[in-house]
């Protein structure tokens, strides 16, 4: 089992930065593939970022390239989304979220099915 504990979310000013953090607590974390996910109002939620945590693999939405960057401490089995340039565009709901590897990218990047979801953390970027 694994259990996903997201933090670090709150108010910002259109291009600020902020740090989003997902502490996750199992056995055998190095065998999932960690993810970051969003949903905005009245939106669909949508992939942002992933990493495995050897940082081996490591997946962006066009929409974060070059803004975000993904990473974790694997001594403190946290990751983290950091978020600059923020946008009132980025509003959402982070959610942190892990797979069981072997994955495909589909499954990694989808907006479906995952194998374990935190309960999300408001940023809001005001403008």
């Known amino acids: 089992q694994v259990q996903l504990v997201e933090s670090g979310g709150g108010l910002v000013q259109a291009g600020g930065s902020l740090r989003v953090s997902c502490a996750a607590s199992g056995r055998t974390l190095s065998r999932y593939i960690m993810g970051w996910f969003r949903q905005a109002p009245g939106k669909e939620r949508e992939f942002v970022a992933a990493?495995?945590?050897?940082?081996?693999?490591?997946y962006y939405a066009d929409s974060a390239k070059g803004r975000f960057t993904i990473s974790r401490d694997n001594t403190k089995n946290t990751v983290y989304l950091q978020m600059n340039s923020l946008k009132p565009e980025d509003t959402a709901i982070y959610y942190c979220?892990?797979?069981?590897?072997?994955?495909?990218?589909?499954?990694?990047?989808?907006?479906?099915?995952?194998?374990?979801w935190g309960q999300g953390t408001q940023v809001t970027v005001s403008s």
């Open positions: 979220t892990a797979d069981l590897l072997p994955a495909t990218s589909a499954r990694i990047m989808g907006a479906g099915s995952h194998d374990y």
């Open positions: 990493s495995s945590w050897s940082g081996g693999s490591i």
